[in-house]
């Protein structure tokens, strides 16, 4: 006999699908079909499945082999790394739970380590323009029910985010929006002809890095002045058109996603299109919204909000929380050879810094948690393979709208393997006793 | 657990009558008893000194996020500010939203021991919560709102008080919430669409309803619940000049209503910080304190409660439910605005603000919070509040205390401001010399709040039985004391006893406390018709399953107190 989970939560994205089905074994050890996912959700799911995946930490060898130790060993190294580095960089944060990422502050608090997330190669970038000029936000839900005005900057949710528009954005069927995506408009700025731009009413096909040129356009539009011919290569008519389908609209949502944050600009674009949003409400009703990427990026914004007052690059290096993006954000550090070891949990930098950044890490005294091998598990010196949260373990979860979603575990890790906050705990049990706490 | 007596301090407990007279009070496991059931006590020597039960805040936003997007939004309310971990206390940083930690441990050294969250969003009720969760030594409930929930709006249009009360019975068991809150009421829901309810009778766009009659019909859902709090209130038209008379409309709601309450409250509905919906004028040039007006309906009515909301003159982060607020109030300081509007719920806004005593304006705002309770003549039933953070921070109550005490104070404040003549002649607060006691203090801080949150069988007072809630300040009430030594004394409290736990040893923080949580669990009768309801809202209109709403016990409440209520009779 086999059980079916209903309700289960999708682990991979921000748009944080909490209605899959999972179909599991009757003894509960073997995950068999996931149903309702996006391609790489269900993936995500099944890759716990791999009959190759590591379930102990190893540790490498000077020759480049890797020797596998027990978790005690592993969390001992770890503990001693903390503990005896004047800097830590405690770097990921994203792919784990909020408990984890609680358990996480406290060593950082403990160790004065620098606490950044993955928001720091991704939506640091709006999170700086939020502290600039505030944000008019809303629940998807809201979009779902009541928006008839839909864009899309910069992002791609056919494949980044791939039930996003089907669940929340163009065809659900709301409240206030009967017609689903019969009664909306979409609007999709991107400079490439993505498969979002193809679902689109209006598609801007927008010069490379002129998205402050065109989101300063529509709001001079906004208020009927006038333009040159062209801005960032879109003829003023459209944009005086588009502006007008925004204007007209009962409920306008932008989404935006790394097309802007982090193209020419960076910051002052967000800034830019948080005060479009602005505008926008005082003619109609206007929210605008980061398409956040890993399932919690949010989340670890959120506990360090409340334990730091800091959404990311927290530094506690000085025995109190510090944040300067650009002097406390991890690839200035690593570059800047700031820090004296490296922690990455729950993200892959390996993968997504600049390989001036992964080179330093590979040099320094480094720790990766992470079920998966990946690019950082290869150039760290010990990788800790540990439970799928979401999978194996449940635990809290913020979407890109901030609402948290507990995540729910369907199967049991294999035997004997910890899950993160299991690990953590440990490790700073151990700390303190070194730190004689 | 350990046994003390604090002994030879001036106490006062106006549940207990005691005002100022010397005695001794005792501490058994994690309550308080007679002194003779005391077999080997440790000794607090409390000569010179003021006691009094831990106090309880009724109304502040210190969990949550919206107080989140405060401190993410706002490094710059982090500035200068921020501490190291020390002995037991975790790193702080924060002035105006202070981080979890800071505020229990900020709550606890001015001798509060239980504060309530005044409006939690119920979709972000996990979020509330692991704020608490992560928030020390305090006893913390949080108020989920209803005001502008599509659930109460299609009951009410049509007069089903038992159908609500069975919708907030299923939302207080899923959300873990305390009470319940209205936030201006229909206008949250007009702001989905840009639109608010200025007054109680403007019709919610589409839901065929107007605020007077959520009002109305949230004050009957509540008392056939018999809840242990009753409605807790923000009305509508916040903040603007004129808006007196819809305050007033509003408190006429509650006429002819008693409470149902098994807890020991008298009042129907608590009105919140109503400093800001006590304005006379109808605009900022003429702008003045109708107070009397307000209290003396206040005082003519018992079935009312209040808070004062008292504005500190700090620069500050204003939050709230009330989107469309926050929005008027970012045209009028064009300072940076955060909104979120919540699916089928609520909505919430956060802007900073400066209330500055240079500017006409907010020095009325001053005066009015305080008039408001010094023409009290119960103060069982008008509570101190700075509705934290919005009228200032919470930590200024101890100097909102020095005003209400002192009338040198507050004199020297009035005839300080530069607009010194226009604040006095739009106010009332130059005539008035009642100096309050610090028994009135204690009413407005611990028995009264208490009381009115149905939880005087468990605080606001040194009553044998109650829990072991208790503050030893460095004052002495026989002595002449200059007005700065009420703010230096109560911002500062000596001692600090939590349920029996010592907190506070010599002014310094020892414990991180047991703090719980509390909520109430209300059993109702079967409703088919509600449970489908929820069944088909969830499936059509939210985006998150119904399996996957309610916030399960284990880690979002860990050390929770659960208050039983029977309505299935």
């Given at each position: 006999m086999t059980k079916t989970i209903p309700d289960v939560v999708c682990p991979?994205?921000?748009?944080?699908?909490?209605d899959l089905e999972v179909v599991v074994s009757d003894d509960g050890k073997q995950l068999l079909e996931v149903y309702n996912a996006c391609a790489i959700g269900a993936e995500k799911f099944l890759h716990?499945?791999?009959?190759?995946?590591?379930?102990r930490p190893r540790l490498a060898q000077e020759d480049g082999s890797w020797k596998e130790i027990g978790y005690e060993e592993a969390i001992e190294y770890t503990a001693q790394m903390l503990a005896n580095s004047k800097k830590p960089l405690m770097y990921g944060?994203?792919?784990?739970n909020c408990e984890a990422q609680g358990v996480g502050s406290e060593i950082g608090e403990i160790t004065g380590a620098v606490m950044d997330n993955t928001a720091t190669v991704c939506h640091g970038t709006s999170l700086i323009a939020v502290q600039d000029i505030g944000i008019p936000h809303c629940t998807l839900g809201e979009v779902k029910n009541r928006a008839d005005r839909v864009v899309f900057w910069?992002?791609?949710?056919?494949?980044?985010?791939?039930r996003h528009m089907s669940r929340y954005s163009i065809f659900p069927r709301g409240f206030f929006t009967?017609?689903?995506?019969?009664g909306r408009k979409v609007i999709v700025i991107d400079p490439r002809k993505t498969d979002t731009a193809n679902v689109?009413?209006?598609?801007?096909?927008?010069?490379?890095?002129?998205d402050y040129e065109l989101l300063d356009a529509l709001r001079v539009a906004f208020k009927g002045l006038p333009l040159p011919d062209v801005v960032a290569g879109i003829p003023k008519e459209q944009i005086y058109e588009a502006a007008e389908v925004l204007k007209s609209g009962r409920f306008v949502i932008i989404f935006f996603g790394?097309?802007?944050?982090?193209?020419?600009g960076k910051n002052h674009n967000i800034d830019e299109a948080i005060a479009v949003t602005r505008d926008l409400n005082e003619y109609t009703k206007a929210a605008i919204m980061p398409m956040r990427g890993h399932y919690n990026v949010t989340g670890s914004g959120a506990v360090w909000g409340w334990q730091?007052?800091?959404?990311?690059?927290?530094?506690?290096?000085?025995g109190f929380a510090r944040y300067n993006p650009g002097e406390t954000t991890s690839n200035d550090l690593l570059r800047r050879d700031e820090v004296d070891s490296v922690f990455v949990l729950g993200s892959d930098p390996g993968a997504h810094f600049p390989f001036s950044s992964v080179k330093k890490i590979s040099e320094l005294p480094s720790v990766c948690i992470d079920p998966h091998q990946t690019p950082t598990t290869a150039v760290c010196k010990l990788h800790v393979p540990v439970a799928f949260v979401g999978v194996e373990v449940g635990g809290c979860a913020y979407r890109m709208d901030n609402v948290p979603i507990e995540t729910r575990k369907v199967v049991d890790a294999p035997e004997g393997m910890m899950t993160d906050e299991e690990f953590l705990e440990k490790v700073l049990g151990r700390i303190k006793e070194i730190k004689g706490e | 657990m350990a046994e003390f007596i604090i002994k030879n301090g001036f106490v006062f407990d106006p549940v207990l009558g005691i005002k100022g007279d010397k005695a001794d009070v005792a501490i058994k496991n994690g309550k308080f008893v007679?002194?003779?059931?005391?077999?080997n006590p440790k000794t607090i020597d409390a000569t010179g000194m003021t006691v009094m039960a831990g106090a309880v805040d009724i109304?502040?936003?210190?969990?949550g996020p919206k107080v989140n997007t405060g401190r993410n939004f706002r490094?710059?309310?982090k500035l200068f500010n921020c501490t190291p971990r020390r002995g037991v206390e975790r790193m702080q940083g924060g002035f105006s939203v202070p981080t979890t930690f800071r505020t229990g441990y900020d709550y606890a050294r001015m001798g509060y021991t239980t504060v309530m969250e005044?409006?939690?969003?119920p979709l972000y009720a996990r979020h509330t919560h692991e704020e608490m969760r992560d928030t020390p030594i305090i006893d913390q409930g949080a108020f989920p709102v209803f005001g502008n929930n599509w659930f109460v709006l299609e009951y009410l249009k049509n007069h089903e008080i038992e159908n609500t009360a069975s919708y907030i019975a299923w939302l207080l068991k899923a959300t873990k919430g305390y009470a319940v809150k209205v936030v201006n009421p229909g206008g949250t829901e007009a702001w989905g669409w840009?639109?608010?309810?200025?007054?109680?009778h403007d019709p919610v766009p589409f839901f065929d309803i107007t605020p007077a009659q959520i009002v109305k019909g949230l004050i009957e859902a509540n008392e056939y619940l018999g809840?242990?709090?009753?409605?807790h209130l923000h009305t509508?038209?916040?903040?603007?000049?004129?808006?007196y008379t819809t305050t007033l409309d509003t408190f006429k709601l509650s006429e002819g209503i008693r409470p149902n309450s098994k807890?020991?409250?008298?009042?129907v509905m608590h009105h919140t910080h109503v400093q800001f919906h006590s304005y006379g004028g109808d605009n900022w040039g003429n702008f003045e304190s109708k107070s009397p007006e307000i209290m003396d309906y206040v005082n003519s009515h018992d079935n009312i409660t209040i808070d004062i909301g008292q504005v500190t003159l700090d620069e500050t982060t204003t939050m709230t439910a009330d989107g469309p607020f926050e929005h008027h109030l970012t045209e009028l300081n064009h300072l940076k605005w955060a909104n979120t509007d919540v699916e089928l719920e609520t909505g919430s806004g956060v802007v900073p603000y400066v209330y500055s005593p240079t500017i006409k304006v907010c020095a009325i705002q001053w005066a009015i919070g305080l008039e408001l309770a010094l023409q009290a003549k119960d103060l069982m039933r008008v509570f101190l509040t700075t509705d934290h953070p919005n009228a200032?921070?919470?930590?200024r109550y101890p100097r909102v205390m020095k005003w209400l005490m002192s009338q040198q104070s507050r004199e020297e404040m009035l005839t300080g401001f530069k607009n010194s003549d226009k604040v006095i002649g739009a106010t009332h607060l130059m005539n008035i010399d009642r100096e309050l006691s610090l028994y009135e203090i204690a009413q407005m801080t611990r028995a009264g709040t208490a009381k009115a949150l149905g939880l005087a069988h468990m605080y606001g007072?040194?009553?044998?039985?109650?829990?072991a809630d208790l503050a030893v300040y460095d004052?002495?009430?026989e002595q002449e004391n200059a007005p700065e030594t009420i703010e230096t004394a109560f911002g500062n409290a000596k001692y600090l006893f939590k349920a029996g736990t010592q907190i506070i040893d010599e002014h310094k923080i020892v414990s991180n406390g047991n703090k719980r949580t509390l909520w109430v669990n209300a059993k109702v009768n079967e409703n088919p018709q509600v449970m489908r309801d929820v069944k088909e809202k969830f499936l059509r209109?939210?985006?998150?399953t119904q399996g996957n709403y309610e916030v399960a016990g284990?880690?979002?409440?860990?050390n929770p107190y659960v208050i039983e209520v029977d309505a299935t009779q």
């Open positions: 991979f994205c921000g748009t944080l699908c909490d716990s499945q791999a009959e190759d995946r590591l379930t944060w994203s792919s784990t910069g992002c791609n949710p056919a494949h980044a985010h791939p009967g017609k689903g995506h019969k689109a009413d209006v598609h801007l096909q927008i010069e490379q890095g002129r790394m097309g802007v944050t982090q193209s020419l730091f007052g800091f959404p990311f690059a927290v530094d506690l290096s000085r | 007679e002194t003779t059931e005391l077999s109304h502040a936003h210190v969990a490094p710059e309310d005044a409006a939690m969003p840009g639109l608010n309810c200025e007054n109680i809840l242990p709090h009753s409605m509508n038209n916040l903040g603007n000049p004129g808006n807890f020991g409250r008298d009042q200032g921070p919470f930590i007072s040194l009553k044998p039985g109650l829990e004052f002495n009430p209109y939210y985006t998150v284990h880690h979002y409440v860990p």
